[in-house]
């Protein structure tokens, strides 16, 4: 018998599909085939240099061209305050177009209320609570052998290694991203901006 499945279980699993299939492209020095362009405009890149460093890492997403998916998605989660409060926070941005490698229609769905949970479970994924530089990630790494385990804001854990120097985060369902521009400094916290979203076990 054919079963109908609640919108926000089918959602969840289509994302979870679409991290295993999605490539997060890798550091140069590492052989890989990227996917092809989608036919749209190409988002716009993040420039981390206009980042405004005195202020929150709510106000500084939400002004930044190439952070508006995000942007969108914190304000529907309601964690645009949390990452406006004292923290301190650390950040793994996806830019617009880390959401792009996702299925198509992913990032749209997630702003569904009925995917609410899923969409607050992928986002605080995001998050580690207190300020980790790219020295103290590395460090870290080192101490551990070649790998550190960062616990998230929603307690599941995140994997970083480094592909050459730089960082390489793995999420606990396989799904890899790459720190793109690291150490932007905000007031309550720091940004890494990062090249595929991190999809963590999400609620069924």
Same mark, same amino acid.
């Given at each position: 018998?054919i079963?109908?499945? /609640?919108?926000?279980?089918?959602? &969840?699993? @289509?994302?979870?599909?679409?991290?295993?299939?999605?490539?997060?492209?890798?550091?140069?020095?590492?052989?890989?085939?990227?996917? $092809?362009?989608?036919?749209?405009?190409?988002?716009? $890149?993040? !420039? /981390?240099?206009?980042?405004?460093?005195e202020?929150?890492?709510? &106000?500084?997403i939400?002004?930044? $061209?190439? *952070?508006?998916?995000?942007?969108?998605?914190?304000?529907?989660a309601? *964690?645009?305050?949390?990452?406006?409060?004292?923290?301190?926070?650390?950040?793994?941005?996806?830019?617009?177009?880390?959401?792009?490698?996702?299925?198509?229609?992913?990032?749209? !769905?997630?702003?569904a209320?009925?995917?609410?949970?899923?969409? %607050?479970?992928?986002?605080?994924? =995001?998050?580690?609570?207190?300020?980790?530089?790219?020295? =103290?990630?590395? =460090?870290?790494?080192?101490?551990?052998?070649?790998?550190?385990?960062?616990?998230?804001?929603?307690? =599941?854990?995140?994997?970083?290694?480094?592909?050459?120097?730089?960082?390489?985060?793995?999420?606990?369902?396989?799904?890899?991203?790459? @720190?793109?521009?690291?150490?932007?400094? #905000?007031?309550?916290? %720091?940004?890494? @901006?990062?090249?595929?979203?991190?999809?963590?076990? *999400?609620? #069924?």
């Amino acid at each position: 018998m054919i079963r109908s499945f /609640p919108a926000a279980t089918r959602h &969840a699993a @289509v994302l979870l599909l679409a991290a295993g299939l999605a490539a997060c492209v890798p550091p140069a020095t590492a052989p890989v085939s990227a996917p $092809p362009p989608p036919p749209s405009a190409a988002p716009v $890149p993040v !420039d /981390p240099s206009r980042i405004e460093s005195e202020a929150t890492i709510a &106000a500084s997403i939400a002004a930044t $061209p190439g *952070l508006t998916t995000l942007a969108s998605e914190l304000r529907t989660a309601e *964690l645009d305050s949390l990452l406006a409060g004292n923290g301190p926070y650390t950040l793994f941005a996806p830019t617009d177009t880390a959401f792009t490698r996702l299925a198509p229609g992913i990032a749209g !769905d997630l702003l569904a209320p009925e995917n609410r949970a899923a969409l %607050v479970t992928l986002l605080r994924y =995001q998050i580690v609570p207190g300020v980790l530089s790219t020295e =103290q990630l590395t =460090q870290r790494i080192r101490a551990g052998g070649g790998r550190a385990v960062l616990t998230t804001l929603g307690g =599941q854990p995140i994997t970083a290694t480094l592909t050459g120097d730089v960082i390489t985060l793995t999420s606990v369902t396989g799904n890899r991203s790459y @720190v793109e521009a690291a150490d932007v400094a #905000q007031a309550n916290g %720091v940004i890494h @901006v990062v090249n595929g979203v991190l999809v963590p076990n *999400l609620p #069924q």
